[in-house]
């Protein structure tokens, strides 16, 4: 697409030392957050592993780190620049990871994989059978579900970045879309006490529920993080049912915008419970659980929990998905497609935006029969909607859907199922893990490429990633 001149003359491109200098500072959090793995799995007995871990990633990730001692902007970072640095630092995160898990004994694209259904926090696997993978292994990669779910963006933040201007660009960058009143360094810490929080009680009522000490660990890291590892290979259906319902209670809570929960710290329950998305979620996952219900021979409580565990995007199965009929996967489908909340660990399009969607048709048809000069002003649950909000929500939308046809087709052309080749495309983009069976170590090497791909644009919601490889980003275009 050509640009006018005098759009051309507007154009910045992104400054690579400014854009290394924030990427240095994330990849120190990376190192600090790659410790602790290292130093668990140092304790459990594998030297190796740990071994590996230290040179392959911490190390690094610490090097890479030097370049947070580059001088600081005069002027803030800029959005595209933003971006462009949570881009690459998820890359980077999938990129350091996958030598650690190749030398624990997984081809190297199934490595990789494993790195970058772990980091986006999806869940989907090729790996044969996780019961007789390490202890290490094991907790090494629902880590990375743990953190990837938070968003070590979020995380660097709260730990090595100062107050300004520039925070907040990166705090845009990485997926939130809420109104920062304070500085960004209180927001970030704000929401790692949340999660820190939610991960503390979640662990506590798996162990309640009767799971066992490493169970009750590996399930929760996965189920704040909606991420849906599990240290099983029929994962949570190997647990009660006490034990399954804590775990999907815990991803429902991970569901939800993290600083909602800010509002219950503030003596403020009516207002939690009156918000739109906490409605609208409970709503979306009772009605998938009711059409899973009805379309076949299944359980209530497996109807349920396959509907809140796509719905929220955890990924944890209670049962195969090949049990269900079309009707039983296109439900799925429809609610990994919608997602949880804005601001939460869940992926999909987020239910927010659907709203918003309906909102704005709802306004459309309001106008066609009310006369010309009325004025219907754009807005949901008492907040105006700016025409740029609207563009990047219908933006948003578009893309996902581009993306799951355009991913979908390779499938198709392999030979596989078209409708469970729709849910597997759709999982992996939605960040959810849910499988119909397709992804498995025997995959095409092309097709599990395609869905690594789905995978981080699903995690970065697809523009984050876009502007990163878009040229105009970095080179600025002849006049």
Not at 35 to 56: K, S
Not at 164 to 182: F, M, P, T, V, Y
Not at 222 to 234: E, K, L, Y
Not at 378 to 391: M, N
Request: proline residues 5%.
């Amino acid at each position: 697409m050509t640009l006018k001149p005098p759009i051309r003359a507007l154009l910045q491109p992104a400054r690579v030392p400014v854009v290394m200098r924030y990427l240095g500072q994330l990849s120190l959090a990376l190192a600090l957050l790659s410790m602790v793995p290292t130093l668990v799995v140092a304790r459990l007995g594998e030297t190796a592993f740990a071994l590996v871990l230290a040179i392959g990633v911490v190390l690094p990730a610490t090097l890479l780190g030097l370049c947070a001692r580059l001088p600081r902007p005069n002027e803030p970072l800029r959005a595209h620049e933003a971006l462009a640095v949570t881009s690459f630092a998820f890359l980077l995160a999938a990129s350091l990871m996958t030598w650690p898990l190749h030398v624990a004994g997984l081809p190297l694209q199934d490595a990789l994989f494993e790195a970058v259904s772990g980091v986006t926090t999806t869940g989907l696997t090729t790996t044969l059978s996780v019961s007789n993978e390490t202890p290490g292994f094991l907790f090494t990669r629902a880590w990375m579900q743990w953190y990837g779910g938070l968003g070590f963006a979020v995380l660097a933040l709260a730990l090595l970045s100062g107050q300004g201007a520039e925070s907040r660009r990166l705090a845009e960058g990485a997926g939130e879309e809420e109104d920062l009143a304070n500085s960004t360094k209180l927001h970030a810490r704000r929401i790692l006490a949340i999660y820190l929080a939610l991960t503390t009680v979640g662990l506590g009522a798996l162990l309640a529920s009767g799971a066992a000490p490493f169970d009750a660990l590996l399930h929760t890291l996965s189920g704040v993080s909606t991420g849906g590892f599990s240290n099983h290979d029929r994962n949570i259906a190997a647990l009660d049912r006490a034990s399954q319902a804590a775990a999907l209670l815990l991803a429902f809570c991970g569901a939800l915008p993290l600083l909602l929960y800010h509002k219950l710290a503030q003596r403020r329950a009516r207002d939690f419970f009156r918000d739109l998305e906490l409605r609208a979620l409970c709503i979306a996952i009772a009605l998938g659980g009711m059409l899973v219900w009805a379309s076949g021979e299944v359980t209530w409580f497996d109807a349920w929990a396959q509907a809140s565990s796509a719905q929220t995007g955890a990924g944890f199965a209670t049962l195969e998905i090949g049990q269900l009929d079309p009707a039983g996967k296109w439900t799925l489908i429809l609610s990994m497609f919608l997602g949880g909340g804005m601001g939460s660990t869940a992926g999909g399009i987020k239910i927010l935006r659907m709203l918003l969607l309906f909102r704005l048709l709802q306004v459309v048809i309001l106008r066609s029969v009310l006369p010309r000069h009325a004025v219907i002003p754009l807005g949901l649950a008492g907040h105006t909607i700016s025409r740029e909000q609207l563009e990047r929500v219908t933006a948003v939308v578009l893309l996902f859907a581009g993306v799951v046809v355009c991913s979908w087709l390779p499938f198709l052309v392999a030979g596989h199922d078209p409708l469970d080749a729709l849910f597997e495309v759709v999982s992996a983009t939605a960040t959810v893990g849910l499988s119909s069976g397709i992804t498995a170590p025997d995959l095409g090497p092309w097709l599990k490429a395609v869905l690594c791909a789905d995978m981080l644009l699903g995690r970065l919601e697809i523009l984050a990633l876009l502007v990163a490889l878009y040229p105009r980003t970095w080179v600025r275009s002849p006049r």
